[in-house]
């Protein structure tokens, strides 16, 4: 579910859509997500959202709260280092994380594990 979830309005229910989805997934199974967000920066994601509303697209884009992304992973076990910025995840070395701390937060990341 990297870059989809952000796509997934409030009304597809997603919480019981992924219940669905972790049910069809054999156990040891593993559900990745990233997913965009304006915790950091509103302002930015503000303008972004605007733009793509103004498109009159039929896909808009709904930016979710860590808080609001945390229970997509109900079900699975969080793989450390659990659900972070995308900077955070498992750096290697220079150049994996943003000098500007907030730029490590506009997408959270986690890998969860089926039991």
């Not at 920066?41 to 697209?57: C, K």
């Not at 450390?80 to 994380?97: F, K, N």
């Amino acid at each position: 579910m990297l870059f989809v979830l952000h796509w997934v309005p409030d009304d597809w229910a997603p919480l019981d859509l992924l219940g669905r989805y972790r049910e069809r997934l054999a156990p040891g199974s593993f559900f990745a997500v990233s997913h965009a967000s304006a915790d950091q920066r509103p302002d930015v994601f503000s303008e972004i959202t605007d733009i793509i509303a103004a498109s009159r697209s039929n896909d808009q884009v709904r930016l979710r709260s860590r808080a609001e992304i945390e229970p997509l992973f109900t079900g699975f076990e969080l793989v450390e280092p659990g659900l972070v910025g995308c900077g955070h995840w498992r750096p290697a070395g220079p150049g994996d994380i943003a000098d500007e701390a907030e730029l490590n937060t506009e997408f959270y990341v986690g890998v969860g594990r089926k039991p």
